[in-house]
């Protein structure tokens, strides 16, 4: 072989290497691109869940979340009616459909233990009830479900710090709710 052809593979050779490392930092260019275009994507749907509206009012939750001996112990007033969050009985009311009150310094301590409490008063119509109660079946913890005779308005949803009020019964609004903060406990971390 000539002196000429080795030279002319040598620079083959070299062009060839040439364009293969050009081929490689382009297909890394663009998984670096992709990559970043990702997160991004990530970022803005993180975002815009961030700002998804939460179902119901915030309620300022209270600083007192003490336990008291009896439900007729005097304690910090509740700064809600029902209450979302403050001092409470030592034990919760068992999950699911109540026929009769509650007190409600059980029912503050099944908020804090990740529950949503949902209380009717007695204008509510029975089906509406009958429904009520069928929702919260679906829910084998964290919900319960409680007649409140003198509230004022139909449905009150409540979770600790927040608050749903309903004229009317809504299903959608109330799985919304129950779905949003069911399963959240709010024991104070150490």
Same mark, same amino acid.
């Given at each position: ?18 364009q ?13 691109w992709?990559?970043?275009?990702? &997160? =991004? #994507?990530?970022?803005?749907?993180v %975002?815009a869940? $961030? ?8 309620? +300022? ?6 336990h ?18 403050g ?10 459909v109540?026929?009769?009150p ?6 503050v ?6 529950g &949503? =409490? #949902?209380?009717?008063?007695?204008? %509510?119509?029975? $089906?509406?009830v009958?429904?009520?109660e069928?929702i919260? +079946? ?37 799985k919304?709710?129950i ?12």
């Amino acid at each position: 072989m000539s002196q000429t052809s080795k030279k002319t593979t040598y620079k083959q050779d070299r062009y060839a290497q040439r364009q293969l490392e050009a081929k490689r930092r382009k297909q890394w260019g663009r998984i670096g691109w992709s990559a970043a275009g990702l &997160v =991004v #994507i990530g970022c803005i749907a993180v %975002l815009a869940m $961030d700002r998804a509206p939460s179902p119901g009012e915030k309620i +300022e939750v209270l600083k007192d979340q003490s336990h008291i001996p009896t439900v007729d112990s005097p304690h910090t007033p509740y700064n809600s009616d029902p209450p979302t969050s403050g001092p409470h009985m030592a034990n919760i009311a068992g999950w699911g459909v109540h026929k009769q009150p509650v007190p409600k310094e059980y029912l503050v301590h099944n908020l804090e233990d990740a529950g &949503v =409490v #949902i209380y009717y008063n007695d204008k %509510l119509d029975a $089906d509406s009830v009958k429904k009520l109660e069928t929702i919260v +079946e679906g829910y084998p913890e964290f919900v319960l479900v409680n007649p409140y005779p003198a509230m004022g308005n139909a449905i009150t949803l409540t979770a600790w710090g927040r608050m749903l009020r309903l004229d009317r019964l809504d299903e959608k609004q109330v799985k919304d709710f129950i779905n949003a903060y069911k399963g959240i406990d709010h024991h104070p971390r150490q």
